[in-house]
């Protein structure tokens, strides 16, 4: 059995696991996807026959893949044991809930082969402490961001015990798949992206409540202020491009203070209070005019492909990243 075309098992058919069953099957692996629910496996098939659809009207599946195809690419079933027979790949995209996560790779211990990679999705979880000390050397956090077929990122997380050789070949399969893998040094909640995105959800959420600017104005300075550069570039590069001077200046002056991370924001609580959930229910921060989830989904999902067209036709900036830091203490919290 080669990387190419190992057997994956996916375990869990929710929002993630049946997308995942999707990426991993246009990767050219054979899949197996488990659920205790029979109703997530019975609409699993269908939300990626739909997902599929979605990729091929934007000219983003691979070529040759047809309903027909993916069908016979992926099967289902209620059994763990069938699932996880012969894979080398196992993909856990269970709830996230500890206990939950600590069954699921108890059982797939009793089943997997011993040689499986056992990669959790988890989105903030340290799984490491609830694998099985034997699958330890296998055991890796990849985590990725939906929808998993048209967001490129997933994190790879070694463990303290992982193997460097099954980080690397996790890695390699899916820069295989055309995806952009990065790997981190260790587990931390939240990975980058979501760590990110907490900071500035923190600050939005503090200018909204303080009402220095409307929903839009701020979306505003994030799509045409910080977006486009960051796309290009990321947030350091960037600042190379800004000058990192000015940016030792910045930081010395402590003119920006974040917010103190509450727990609450009055404007998300009026919102969610008021039935204004997002695009589930026609509203949240914007009005959608009456129309429906799915469509609303469609439209972001064919926008987006059409976005990472354009970006494909831009190459990077050439350059070489400076030497890595040696690892360092763990994160400073105030
Ligand atoms: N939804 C996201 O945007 C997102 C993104 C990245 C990572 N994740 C992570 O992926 C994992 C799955 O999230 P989701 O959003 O797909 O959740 P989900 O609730 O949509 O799906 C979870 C599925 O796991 C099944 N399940 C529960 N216990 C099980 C068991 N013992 N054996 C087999 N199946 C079982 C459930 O029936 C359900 O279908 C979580 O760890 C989550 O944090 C979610």
């Known amino acids: 059995m080669t990387d190419a075309t ?25 899949v197996r996807l488990h659920d205790v629910s029979a109703e997530a496996l019975r609409r699993a098939p269908l939300l990626m026959a739909d997902a599929l659809a979605t990729m091929q009207e934007a000219g983003e599946a691979p070529a040759g893949w047809t309903a027909g195809r993916l069908a016979a690419a992926v099967t289902t079933t209620h059994d763990l044991a069938a699932a996880a027979a012969g894979a080398g790949l196992v993909v856990a995209a269970v709830a996230e809930d500890p206990e939950v996560k600590r069954q699921v ?32 050397p296998r ?15 997933v994190d790879v997380v070694p463990g303290p015990a992982t193997d460097p050789a099954v980080t690397e070949r996790v890695r390699a399969l899916y820069a295989g798949f055309g995806k952009r893998p990065i790997v981190l040094r260790r587990f931390v909640p939240g990975f980058i992206a979501n760590r990110i995105q907490a900071a500035i959800s923190l600050e939005v959420n503090a200018l909204l409540d303080a009402g220095v600017a409307s929903a839009a ?41 974040p917010p103190v991370a509450t727990g609450r924001c009055a404007t998300l609580e009026r919102l969610v209070d008021a039935g204004r959930t997002g695009v589930d229910a026609g509203a949240g921060y914007y009005d959608y005019g009456g ?29 070489t990243p400076l030497d890595d830091p040696p690892p360092g203490p763990p994160l400073p919290r105030g």
Not at 107 to 134: K, Q
Not at 300 to 318: E, H, S
Request: charged share 20%; hydrophobic share 50%; aromatic share 8%.
């Open 217 to 257: 104005d701020i979306d505003e300075s994030i799509r045409h202020g910080l977006a486009l550069r960051m796309a290009l570039m990321g947030h350091l590069m960037k600042a190379d491009f800004t000058g990192l001077a000015l940016s030792r200046k910045i930081l010395a002056n402590r003119s920006y203070t």
């Open 291 to 319: 129309r429906g989830a799915a469509e609303l989904f469609r439209e972001r999902d064919r926008k987006l492909f059409a976005l990472k067209r354009a970006w494909r036709g831009v190459a990077d900036i050439a350059a």
């Open 105 to 136: 790779f108890a059982a797939l211990d009793r089943v997997a082969p011993d040689d499986a990679i056992l990669a959790s999705n988890t989105s903030m979880l340290d799984v490491f402490p609830l694998v099985p000390e034997r699958r330890l």
């Open 139 to 153: 055991a890796l956090i990849a985590h990725w961001y939906t929808p998993p077929y048209l967001v490129d990122l």
């Open 6 to 30: 190992m057997p994956v098992a996916v375990i869990g058919a929710g929002t993630m696991g049946h997308a995942l069953a999707l990426v991993h099957a246009l990767g050219g692996h054979p």
